[in-house]
Protein backbone atom coordinates (compact mmCIF):
# COMPACT_ATOMS: atom_id res chain seq x y z
CA UNK A 1 0.00 0.00 0.00
CA UNK A 2 0.85 3.45 -1.12
CA UNK A 3 1.67 5.45 2.44
CA UNK A 4 2.10 9.35 2.17
CA UNK A 5 3.26 11.57 4.62
CA UNK A 6 2.47 15.36 4.41
CA UNK A 7 4.96 17.55 5.42
CA UNK A 8 3.92 21.36 6.53
CA UNK A 9 6.81 23.71 4.94
CA UNK A 10 5.78 26.70 7.01
CA UNK A 11 6.82 27.95 10.18
CA UNK A 12 5.14 27.26 12.96
CA UNK A 13 6.93 28.30 16.81
CA UNK A 14 4.33 28.72 18.44
CA UNK A 15 3.12 25.01 18.48
CA UNK A 16 5.51 22.55 19.94
CA UNK A 17 4.83 19.92 17.81
CA UNK A 18 5.31 21.84 14.58
CA UNK A 19 6.91 21.49 11.85
CA UNK A 20 9.15 24.33 10.33
CA UNK A 21 12.20 24.02 7.53
CA UNK A 22 11.51 27.42 5.61
CA UNK A 23 12.77 29.27 3.03
CA UNK A 24 13.02 32.52 3.21
CA UNK A 25 14.48 34.69 -0.01
CA UNK A 26 14.16 35.50 -3.81
CA UNK A 27 15.30 34.00 -6.99
CA UNK A 28 18.86 35.07 -6.30
CA UNK A 29 21.42 34.95 -3.61
CA UNK A 30 20.23 35.80 -0.54
CA UNK A 31 23.08 35.25 2.44
CA UNK A 32 21.73 34.62 6.41
CA UNK A 33 23.76 36.96 8.84
CA UNK A 34 21.60 36.96 12.25
CA UNK A 35 18.01 36.86 13.67
CA UNK A 36 16.96 37.84 17.06
CA UNK A 37 13.90 37.30 18.98
CA UNK A 38 11.62 40.46 19.13
CA UNK A 39 8.95 40.90 21.90
CA UNK A 40 6.16 39.57 19.51
CA UNK A 41 8.22 38.08 16.60
CA UNK A 42 11.98 37.59 15.04
CA UNK A 43 13.42 39.42 13.11
CA UNK A 44 15.84 37.90 10.35
CA UNK A 45 19.16 40.09 8.79
CA UNK A 46 20.19 38.92 5.22
CA UNK A 47 21.80 40.27 1.77
CA UNK A 48 20.11 40.12 -1.41
CA UNK A 49 20.84 40.06 -4.29
CA UNK A 50 17.10 39.07 -5.88
CA UNK A 51 16.16 42.59 -6.58
CA UNK A 52 17.74 44.54 -8.85
CA UNK A 53 21.45 43.00 -8.76
CA UNK A 54 23.45 41.44 -11.54
CA UNK A 55 26.67 41.10 -9.49
CA UNK A 56 26.80 37.77 -7.32
CA UNK A 57 28.76 39.05 -4.59
CA UNK A 58 26.74 42.61 -4.21
CA UNK A 59 23.55 42.90 -2.51
CA UNK A 60 20.86 45.02 -0.50
CA UNK A 61 20.49 44.14 2.84
CA UNK A 62 17.87 42.64 3.89
CA UNK A 63 15.36 42.63 6.43
CA UNK A 64 12.70 40.33 7.47
CA UNK A 65 9.85 39.91 10.34
CA UNK A 66 8.08 36.93 10.76
CA UNK A 67 5.47 36.57 13.32
CA UNK A 68 5.70 33.25 15.96
CA UNK A 69 3.56 31.11 13.54
CA UNK A 70 6.70 32.27 10.96
CA UNK A 71 4.28 34.11 8.50
CA UNK A 72 5.79 37.53 7.33
CA UNK A 73 4.77 40.70 8.42
CA UNK A 74 7.03 42.69 6.48
CA UNK A 75 10.29 42.39 4.27
CA UNK A 76 12.62 45.39 3.09
CA UNK A 77 15.62 45.87 1.62
CA UNK A 78 18.07 48.78 2.21
CA UNK A 79 20.52 50.29 -0.10
CA UNK A 80 23.33 52.76 -0.65
CA UNK A 81 23.31 54.57 -4.15
CA UNK A 82 23.17 51.31 -6.10
CA UNK A 83 26.43 50.21 -4.06
CA UNK A 84 26.40 46.89 -2.11
CA UNK A 85 25.75 46.59 2.06
CA UNK A 86 27.48 43.61 3.80
CA UNK A 87 25.21 43.50 6.87
CA UNK A 88 26.54 41.35 9.79
CA UNK A 89 24.30 42.16 13.06
CA UNK A 90 20.87 43.18 14.30
CA UNK A 91 20.48 44.11 17.79
CA UNK A 92 17.20 44.54 20.07
CA UNK A 93 17.19 48.15 21.07
CA UNK A 94 14.04 48.51 22.16
CA UNK A 95 10.43 47.63 21.87
CA UNK A 96 10.13 50.30 18.89
CA UNK A 97 13.73 49.74 17.62
CA UNK A 98 16.17 47.39 16.09
CA UNK A 99 19.67 48.21 15.13
CA UNK A 100 21.13 46.63 11.91
CA UNK A 101 25.16 46.74 12.18
CA UNK A 102 26.67 46.87 8.61
CA UNK A 103 30.73 47.12 7.19
CA UNK A 104 30.98 50.70 7.44
CA UNK A 105 28.02 51.64 9.59
CA UNK A 106 24.76 51.37 11.78
CA UNK A 107 20.99 51.74 10.61
CA UNK A 108 17.98 51.44 13.16
CA UNK A 109 14.49 50.85 11.89
CA UNK A 110 11.22 50.55 13.71
CA UNK A 111 8.65 47.99 14.42
CA UNK A 112 7.88 48.13 10.43
CA UNK A 113 11.02 48.26 9.11
CA UNK A 114 10.98 52.35 8.43
CA UNK A 115 14.33 53.75 8.48
CA UNK A 116 14.85 55.77 11.63
CA UNK A 117 18.00 57.04 11.08
CA UNK A 118 21.66 55.84 9.40
CA UNK A 119 25.21 56.21 10.41
CA UNK A 120 28.46 55.89 9.18
CA UNK A 121 30.92 55.21 11.74
CA UNK A 122 35.12 55.24 11.88
CA UNK A 123 35.36 51.44 10.66
CA UNK A 124 39.24 50.35 9.84
CA UNK A 125 37.96 46.56 9.53
CA UNK A 126 35.20 45.13 7.21
CA UNK A 127 32.14 43.94 9.76
CA UNK A 128 32.24 45.41 13.36
CA UNK A 129 29.67 43.46 16.07
CA UNK A 130 28.36 45.97 18.42
CA UNK A 131 26.86 45.90 21.64
CA UNK A 132 23.30 48.24 23.44
CA UNK A 133 25.04 48.44 27.08
CA UNK A 134 22.33 48.46 30.22
CA UNK A 135 22.58 52.89 29.79
CA UNK A 136 21.49 52.93 25.94
CA UNK A 137 25.00 53.52 24.66
CA UNK A 138 26.28 51.60 21.90
CA UNK A 139 29.81 49.87 21.74
CA UNK A 140 31.52 48.97 18.59
CA UNK A 141 34.60 47.52 18.44
CA UNK A 142 37.34 47.68 16.02
CA UNK A 143 40.83 47.97 15.02
CA UNK A 144 43.69 50.45 15.31
CA UNK A 145 46.71 50.09 12.65
CA UNK A 146 50.52 51.29 13.32
CA UNK A 147 53.80 50.37 12.46
CA UNK A 148 54.59 48.77 15.57
CA UNK A 149 51.29 46.66 15.44
CA UNK A 150 47.99 46.08 15.05
CA UNK A 151 45.32 46.63 18.22
CA UNK A 152 41.78 46.24 19.24
CA UNK A 153 39.68 49.77 19.83
CA UNK A 154 36.46 49.88 21.72
CA UNK A 155 34.24 52.72 19.93
CA UNK A 156 31.58 54.00 22.30
CA UNK A 157 28.95 55.89 20.54
CA UNK A 158 25.35 57.33 21.79
CA UNK A 159 21.46 55.87 20.73
CA UNK A 160 21.67 57.76 18.05
CA UNK A 161 25.01 56.11 16.33
CA UNK A 162 26.97 59.47 17.61
CA UNK A 163 30.21 59.21 18.33
CA UNK A 164 31.65 59.83 21.93
CA UNK A 165 34.66 58.22 22.34
CA UNK A 166 37.66 55.54 21.32
CA UNK A 167 40.61 54.19 23.09
CA UNK A 168 42.69 51.10 22.27
CA UNK A 169 44.63 48.43 23.82
CA UNK A 170 48.24 47.10 23.42
CA UNK A 171 50.24 45.17 25.58
CA UNK A 172 53.42 47.39 24.13
CA UNK A 173 55.47 48.61 26.30
CA UNK A 174 54.97 45.95 29.00
CA UNK A 175 55.76 43.10 26.72
CA UNK A 176 59.08 44.02 24.94
CA UNK A 177 57.93 42.28 21.96
CA UNK A 178 58.54 43.25 18.36
CA UNK A 179 55.04 42.98 16.61
CA UNK A 180 51.63 42.47 18.10
CA UNK A 181 48.63 41.79 15.80
CA UNK A 182 45.31 41.39 17.63
CA UNK A 183 41.82 40.64 16.42
CA UNK A 184 39.01 41.86 18.69
CA UNK A 185 35.88 39.54 18.47
CA UNK A 186 33.58 40.33 20.72
CA UNK A 187 32.25 41.94 23.98
CA UNK A 188 29.57 41.77 26.09
CA UNK A 189 28.47 43.20 29.19
CA UNK A 190 27.57 41.18 32.63
CA UNK A 191 25.20 41.47 35.20
CA UNK A 192 27.62 43.72 37.32
CA UNK A 193 27.58 46.12 34.46
CA UNK A 194 31.41 45.01 33.63
CA UNK A 195 32.29 44.74 30.16
CA UNK A 196 34.28 42.14 28.87
CA UNK A 197 36.15 41.57 25.82
CA UNK A 198 37.78 38.61 24.29
CA UNK A 199 39.98 38.35 21.06
CA UNK A 200 42.63 36.76 19.58
CA UNK A 201 45.83 37.32 17.99
CA UNK A 202 49.85 36.60 16.98
CA UNK A 203 52.82 38.68 19.16
CA UNK A 204 55.94 38.50 17.53
CA UNK A 205 59.43 38.46 19.03
CA UNK A 206 62.75 38.18 17.54
CA UNK A 207 64.54 37.70 20.37
CA UNK A 208 64.41 34.73 20.69
CA UNK A 209 62.51 34.09 23.47
CA UNK A 210 59.65 32.15 22.00
CA UNK A 211 60.41 28.59 20.64
CA UNK A 212 59.17 30.22 17.68
CA UNK A 213 59.37 33.78 16.18
CA UNK A 214 55.88 34.13 16.92
CA UNK A 215 52.68 32.86 19.62
CA UNK A 216 48.95 32.58 18.22
CA UNK A 217 47.27 33.62 21.63
CA UNK A 218 43.61 34.47 22.80
CA UNK A 219 43.01 37.26 25.22
CA UNK A 220 39.93 38.45 27.74
CA UNK A 221 39.89 42.20 29.27
CA UNK A 222 37.66 42.76 32.12
CA UNK A 223 36.31 46.46 32.62
CA UNK A 224 34.50 48.03 34.88
CA UNK A 225 31.60 50.51 33.92
CA UNK A 226 33.77 53.55 33.07
CA UNK A 227 36.16 51.25 30.93
CA UNK A 228 38.62 51.03 33.12
CA UNK A 229 40.88 47.72 33.05
CA UNK A 230 39.90 45.49 35.88
CA UNK A 231 42.07 42.70 34.63
CA UNK A 232 43.44 41.09 31.41
CA UNK A 233 43.82 37.64 30.53
CA UNK A 234 46.23 35.96 27.18
CA UNK A 235 46.21 32.11 26.91
CA UNK A 236 49.50 30.35 24.82
CA UNK A 237 48.07 29.05 21.57
CA UNK A 238 51.58 28.14 19.87
CA UNK A 239 51.23 28.48 16.09
CA UNK A 240 47.41 27.13 15.88
CA UNK A 241 46.11 30.56 14.23
CA UNK A 242 43.49 30.51 17.32
CA UNK A 243 40.20 32.28 16.97
CA UNK A 244 37.97 33.49 20.16
CA UNK A 245 34.97 34.16 18.23
CA UNK A 246 32.25 34.38 21.03
CA UNK A 247 31.67 34.89 25.02
CA UNK A 248 29.06 34.30 26.98
CA UNK A 249 27.87 35.04 30.66
CA UNK A 250 26.83 31.68 32.52
CA UNK A 251 24.02 31.53 34.95
CA UNK A 252 26.54 30.83 37.80
CA UNK A 253 28.04 34.45 36.76
CA UNK A 254 31.28 32.71 35.07
CA UNK A 255 32.13 33.44 31.47
CA UNK A 256 32.16 30.43 28.57
CA UNK A 257 34.66 31.78 25.79
CA UNK A 258 34.67 30.22 22.59
CA UNK A 259 36.57 29.91 19.41
CA UNK A 260 38.92 27.89 16.84
CA UNK A 261 42.12 26.40 15.67
CA UNK A 262 43.40 24.32 13.70
CA UNK A 263 40.81 21.51 13.16
CA UNK A 264 39.44 22.12 16.68
CA UNK A 265 36.54 23.55 18.14
CA UNK A 266 37.38 25.01 21.68
CA UNK A 267 35.21 25.75 25.18
CA UNK A 268 36.93 27.86 27.89
CA UNK A 269 35.40 28.28 31.41
CA UNK A 270 36.37 30.90 33.70
CA UNK A 271 35.24 32.78 36.90
CA UNK A 272 34.31 36.18 37.26
CA UNK A 273 38.22 37.09 38.35
CA UNK A 274 39.27 35.37 34.92
CA UNK A 275 40.59 32.12 36.79
CA UNK A 276 40.61 28.66 34.67
CA UNK A 277 37.72 26.37 35.72
CA UNK A 278 38.01 24.02 32.53
CA UNK A 279 38.70 24.02 29.09
CA UNK A 280 37.12 21.40 26.21
CA UNK A 281 38.06 20.83 22.66
CA UNK A 282 36.15 19.08 19.56
CA UNK A 283 37.50 17.91 16.21
CA UNK A 284 36.28 19.37 13.74
CA UNK A 285 37.23 22.10 10.85
CA UNK A 286 34.21 23.92 11.09
CA UNK A 287 34.13 28.09 12.42
CA UNK A 288 31.40 28.30 15.73
CA UNK A 289 28.96 30.54 14.50
CA UNK A 290 27.47 31.14 18.23
CA UNK A 291 26.94 29.77 21.34
CA UNK A 292 24.10 30.11 24.03
CA UNK A 293 23.46 28.91 27.19
CA UNK A 294 20.03 26.78 26.94
CA UNK A 295 17.18 26.71 29.66
CA UNK A 296 18.80 23.20 31.14
CA UNK A 297 22.00 24.81 31.71
CA UNK A 298 23.87 22.85 28.90
CA UNK A 299 25.72 24.91 26.10
CA UNK A 300 24.62 24.46 22.33
CA UNK A 301 27.16 25.15 19.59
CA UNK A 302 26.41 26.09 16.49
CA UNK A 303 29.07 25.66 13.63
CA UNK A 304 29.24 27.22 9.93
CA UNK A 305 29.01 23.86 8.71
CA UNK A 306 25.61 23.39 10.72
CA UNK A 307 26.65 21.39 13.05
CA UNK A 308 25.28 21.69 16.27
CA UNK A 309 26.35 20.54 19.45
CA UNK A 310 24.85 19.93 22.55
CA UNK A 311 27.35 19.76 26.29
CA UNK A 312 26.50 19.93 28.94
CA UNK A 313 27.41 21.77 32.42
CA UNK A 314 31.12 20.30 32.57
CA UNK A 315 31.57 20.81 28.45
CA UNK A 316 31.11 17.08 27.73
CA UNK A 317 28.79 16.47 24.45
CA UNK A 318 25.47 14.82 25.06
CA UNK A 319 24.68 14.95 21.25
CA UNK A 320 25.63 16.22 18.08
CA UNK A 321 24.45 16.32 14.82
CA UNK A 322 24.78 18.26 11.36
CA UNK A 323 22.03 19.92 9.50
CA UNK A 324 23.26 20.22 5.52
CA UNK A 325 22.65 18.62 3.05
CA UNK A 326 25.52 19.77 0.81
CA UNK A 327 28.63 20.33 3.18
CA UNK A 328 28.77 24.20 2.09
CA UNK A 329 25.76 25.57 3.59
CA UNK A 330 26.39 28.69 6.02
CA UNK A 331 24.75 27.89 9.35
CA UNK A 332 25.36 31.41 11.26
CA UNK A 333 22.90 31.08 14.84
CA UNK A 334 20.87 29.24 16.91
CA UNK A 335 17.77 29.98 19.58
CA UNK A 336 15.85 28.50 22.08
CA UNK A 337 12.19 29.24 22.16
CA UNK A 338 9.51 26.96 23.33
CA UNK A 339 12.06 24.20 24.95
CA UNK A 340 13.35 24.01 20.92
CA UNK A 341 15.78 25.24 19.21
CA UNK A 342 15.66 26.95 16.04
CA UNK A 343 18.83 27.05 13.52
CA UNK A 344 18.98 29.90 10.94
CA UNK A 345 21.39 29.32 7.85
CA UNK A 346 22.15 30.04 4.45
CA UNK A 347 20.96 27.11 1.89
CA UNK A 348 21.18 25.62 -1.77
CA UNK A 349 18.75 23.13 -0.46
CA UNK A 350 15.17 24.50 -1.81
CA UNK A 351 13.77 21.35 -3.56
CA UNK A 352 12.47 23.70 -5.96
CA UNK A 353 14.51 26.69 -6.42
CA UNK A 354 17.40 24.20 -7.32
CA UNK A 355 15.67 23.37 -10.64
CA UNK A 356 15.75 26.52 -11.83
CA UNK A 357 18.56 27.76 -10.84
CA UNK A 358 22.34 26.64 -11.08
CA UNK A 359 23.71 25.46 -7.85
CA UNK A 360 26.02 28.00 -6.61
CA UNK A 361 23.94 30.78 -8.18
CA UNK A 362 20.69 30.33 -5.72
CA UNK A 363 20.85 30.91 -2.06
CA UNK A 364 17.79 30.80 0.25
CA UNK A 365 17.65 31.57 3.84
CA UNK A 366 16.39 29.12 6.08
CA UNK A 367 15.26 28.45 9.46
CA UNK A 368 15.20 24.70 10.89
CA UNK A 369 13.37 23.40 14.56
CA UNK A 370 15.38 20.96 15.95
CA UNK A 371 14.04 19.23 19.31
CA UNK A 372 15.51 19.22 22.41
CA UNK A 373 17.44 15.65 22.05
CA UNK A 374 19.19 16.96 18.21
CA UNK A 375 16.05 15.57 15.97
CA UNK A 376 14.99 17.53 13.43
CA UNK A 377 12.40 16.67 9.88
CA UNK A 378 15.08 17.52 7.87
CA UNK A 379 18.02 15.50 6.63
CA UNK A 380 20.64 15.61 9.33
CA UNK A 381 23.62 12.97 10.75
CA UNK A 382 24.99 11.76 13.76
CA UNK A 383 28.41 13.50 14.29
CA UNK A 384 29.29 11.13 17.46
CA UNK A 385 31.36 14.14 18.61
CA UNK A 386 33.60 13.76 21.68
CA UNK A 387 35.05 16.75 23.85
CA UNK A 388 38.39 16.14 25.22
CA UNK A 389 39.80 18.43 28.08
CA UNK A 390 43.12 20.76 28.09
CA UNK A 391 44.97 22.87 30.11
CA UNK A 392 46.95 25.98 28.06
CA UNK A 393 49.27 27.76 29.18
CA UNK A 394 48.97 31.75 30.29
CA UNK A 395 51.57 34.45 29.41
CA UNK A 396 51.89 37.56 32.04
CA UNK A 397 51.54 40.70 29.28
CA UNK A 398 48.78 42.94 30.93
CA UNK A 399 46.97 45.52 28.52
CA UNK A 400 46.73 48.83 28.73
CA UNK A 401 44.44 51.25 27.52
CA UNK A 402 45.78 54.34 24.78
CA UNK A 403 43.42 56.83 23.40
CA UNK A 404 43.25 57.00 19.43
CA UNK A 405 44.95 59.85 17.32
CA UNK A 406 42.11 59.17 14.53
CA UNK A 407 39.90 62.09 13.89
CA UNK A 408 36.10 60.83 14.84
CA UNK A 409 32.65 60.88 12.34
CA UNK A 410 29.58 59.68 12.42
CA UNK A 411 28.15 61.11 8.94
CA UNK A 412 24.63 60.42 8.45
CA UNK A 413 24.11 57.80 5.32
CA UNK A 414 21.21 57.88 2.83
CA UNK A 415 19.15 54.66 1.85
CA UNK A 416 17.04 53.51 -0.16
CA UNK A 417 14.29 51.90 1.97
CA UNK A 418 12.00 49.30 -0.35
CA UNK A 419 9.28 46.93 0.58
CA UNK A 420 9.60 44.01 -1.47
CA UNK A 421 7.95 40.78 -1.65
CA UNK A 422 9.97 37.29 -1.67
CA UNK A 423 7.52 36.09 -5.23
CA UNK A 424 8.57 36.92 -8.44
CA UNK A 425 6.33 37.31 -11.70
CA UNK A 426 7.84 34.49 -12.91
CA UNK A 427 7.21 32.20 -10.19
CA UNK A 428 9.06 29.10 -11.36
CA UNK A 429 11.47 31.36 -10.21
CA UNK A 430 11.51 31.50 -6.47
CA UNK A 431 9.44 28.60 -5.14
CA UNK A 432 8.87 27.74 -1.56
CA UNK A 433 9.18 31.53 -0.28
CA UNK A 434 6.78 34.12 2.25
CA UNK A 435 5.16 37.00 0.40
CA UNK A 436 5.27 40.26 2.07
CA UNK A 437 1.68 41.15 4.53
CA UNK A 438 0.83 37.47 4.19
CA UNK A 439 -2.66 37.02 6.54
CA UNK A 440 -2.59 36.32 9.94
CA UNK A 441 -5.19 34.04 10.34
CA UNK A 442 -4.21 30.23 11.05
CA UNK A 443 -6.16 29.18 7.79
CA UNK A 444 -6.14 25.76 6.86
CA UNK A 445 -5.23 24.02 3.54
CA UNK A 446 -6.17 20.28 3.56
CA UNK A 447 -4.98 17.24 1.52
CA UNK A 448 -7.08 14.51 1.36
CA UNK A 449 -7.71 11.54 1.76
CA UNK A 450 -4.20 10.36 3.01
CA UNK A 451 -3.02 8.20 1.54
CA UNK A 452 -4.20 8.64 -2.19
CA UNK A 453 -3.77 6.72 -5.13
CA UNK A 454 -4.26 9.19 -8.01
CA UNK A 455 -6.67 10.91 -7.16
CA UNK A 456 -7.05 13.53 -4.13
CA UNK A 457 -8.72 16.34 -3.20
CA UNK A 458 -7.69 20.51 -1.91
CA UNK A 459 -9.98 22.27 0.20
CA UNK A 460 -8.86 25.61 0.95
CA UNK A 461 -9.83 27.24 3.83
CA UNK A 462 -12.60 30.09 3.02
CA UNK A 463 -10.38 33.40 4.69
CA UNK A 464 -8.39 32.70 1.49
CA UNK A 465 -9.46 34.98 -1.03
CA UNK A 466 -9.67 33.93 -4.70
CA UNK A 467 -8.12 33.30 -7.51
CA UNK A 468 -6.03 30.49 -6.57
CA UNK A 469 -2.86 29.08 -8.38
CA UNK A 470 -2.14 25.63 -7.93
CA UNK A 471 1.00 24.06 -8.89
CA UNK A 472 2.25 20.33 -8.71
CA UNK A 473 5.99 19.53 -8.70
CA UNK A 474 7.84 16.06 -8.82
CA UNK A 475 10.93 15.19 -6.40
CA UNK A 476 13.17 16.78 -9.08
CA UNK A 477 11.73 20.19 -8.98
CA UNK A 478 9.78 19.45 -12.55
CA UNK A 479 6.32 20.87 -12.77
CA UNK A 480 3.95 17.83 -13.37
CA UNK A 481 0.63 19.61 -13.35
CA UNK A 482 -0.42 23.18 -13.05
CA UNK A 483 -3.65 25.06 -11.98
CA UNK A 484 -4.17 28.41 -12.93
CA UNK A 485 -6.86 31.36 -11.80
CA UNK A 486 -9.60 29.06 -10.26
CA UNK A 487 -12.20 30.34 -7.27
CA UNK A 488 -13.45 26.86 -6.00
CA UNK A 489 -12.56 26.47 -2.57
CA UNK A 490 -11.97 22.88 -2.98
CA UNK A 491 -10.85 21.14 -5.98
CA UNK A 492 -10.00 17.32 -7.52
CA UNK A 493 -6.48 16.95 -8.68
CA UNK A 494 -6.09 13.42 -10.52
CA UNK A 495 -2.54 12.04 -11.61
CA UNK A 496 -2.56 10.76 -15.05
CA UNK A 497 0.81 9.12 -14.25
CA UNK A 498 1.98 7.42 -11.18
CA UNK A 499 4.73 9.30 -9.33
CA UNK A 500 7.21 7.76 -6.68
CA UNK A 501 8.60 10.21 -4.03
CA UNK A 502 8.38 13.13 -3.22
CA UNK A 503 5.33 15.87 -4.72
CA UNK A 504 5.41 19.18 -3.38
CA UNK A 505 2.49 21.24 -4.06
CA UNK A 506 2.51 24.93 -4.05
CA UNK A 507 -0.96 27.00 -3.41
CA UNK A 508 -0.95 30.67 -4.24
CA UNK A 509 -3.22 33.67 -4.12
CA UNK A 510 -2.57 37.54 -4.14
CA UNK A 511 -1.74 37.37 -0.32
CA UNK A 512 -0.19 34.42 0.19
CA UNK A 513 1.67 31.64 -0.51
CA UNK A 514 1.51 28.15 1.00
CA UNK A 515 3.97 25.09 0.25
CA UNK A 516 3.02 21.40 1.08
CA UNK A 517 5.11 18.52 0.74
CA UNK A 518 3.93 14.78 0.28
CA UNK A 519 5.90 12.09 0.63
CA UNK A 520 4.95 8.92 -1.32
CA UNK A 521 6.42 5.57 -0.53
Excluded at 418 to 437: A, H, L, Q, W
Aim: hydrophobic residues 35%.
Amino acid sequence: MRCCIIMFLFLHLGLVNSQIDKYYGGCGRDQAFDFIKTFDAFEILGQSNSFGWSNYYSGDIYAIKIDTFGNVRWAKTYRIDHNGVQPYQILNFNSNKVIIVFDNGLLAIDSLGHIIWAKKTINRRNISPCLKTFSNELIKRDLVFQQTGIWPSVQILDSCGNHISEFYLTIRPNSGKDFEQFESNRIIQDIDSNFVFIGSGRITDKSGSFSEPYKDVLFVIKFDQKMNILWSKIWDYGNTNVKGLNIIVTSKHNYIISGNYFRKLFLLNIDKNGNFIWSKEISSSSYISNLIETMNNDYLICTSNSEVIMLDHKGLVKWSQQYDLYNSEEAVKILEFNQNYYLLKSSYSNPLSQSYSKFYYHRDMMIIKIDSSGNSNISHRDLNFQSTSVIRDTLNYPFTKKDTFYTQISDTVLFEEKSVRGIFKDSTDCIGVETENVEKSNGLIKLYPNPFNGTFYVEIDEIYKPPFLLELYNSSGILVQKIDSFDNHKIKIDLNEKIIGFLTIKLTSKNFIKTQKISCF
